[in-house]
């Protein structure tokens, strides 16, 4: 599209992304009670905001979209981390898969996502093993409207499969995906890492919760592959019949 580079059209195209960001935030919850936070999609649509459209949609899209469905929610404490911590992630994804379509090789890009598949699953079976094991409350809802509380018993063999799952995906995505593809995908990952410590920075200092921010890290991990899954098809098929940047 040819006036993808003016500056009305960035800022008609910022607005309508941030709105998306901000309704899939608030379209599905999970309420976290260690720290007062919540588990949702949004990152769906800032990943598809930052590859579509480059890093300057991605980072209001992300900053703007996320922080408006904290407030809206009730969950105001976390608007001005999340204004700063999603919209960094969306420039970094939005301007890292631009820059990564420079690199061709399939061999750079399989070994970049196999190590991002080794590292990621070890994490989340540590995290999960070491502190998400035994009797444990699940929470679902929203804080102010209510939410229910259930007492289950996880084993720590039961953190296995969620990380197996994980680097058994990423391995056939290293093998199957496209040169363009990878490198969207390695976008989304660093953009996604930077959301898991910027949260849990955010909310070990700033919110004073200490190391009971660790018990939103499996969460953030899980949102950033979320997003991952579905933002990479969609921006994949919509470019096939759109030009932006």
Known sequence: MSSSGSLPWKISVSA?????????????????PETHGYFNIG???????????????????????????DIITGYGYYALGTFVIKGFEGLIVGFLSFYFRKFTSKMFWRTVILLFAFITSSLIFYVGSTYYSGLMELSLGFPYLGYHTFVIDIPWIFWAFPSAFLLIFLLYISFRVDVETSGSIV???IGGSEMVLGYFLYEFYALSFGWAALAEVPFNICQMLVGIIVSIPVAKSVSKYFKFG
């Open 16 to 32: 309508m992304m941030a709105a998306l960001v901000c309704v899939a935030t608030v379209a599905f919850q999970v309420y976290i």
């Open 43 to 69: 990152e769906v649509a800032v990943y598809i905001s930052a590859i579509l459209f480059g890093p300057v949609v991605g980072g209001v899209a992300g900053g703007f979209g996320s922080a408006l469905a």
């Open 187 to 189: 976008a989304a990952l």
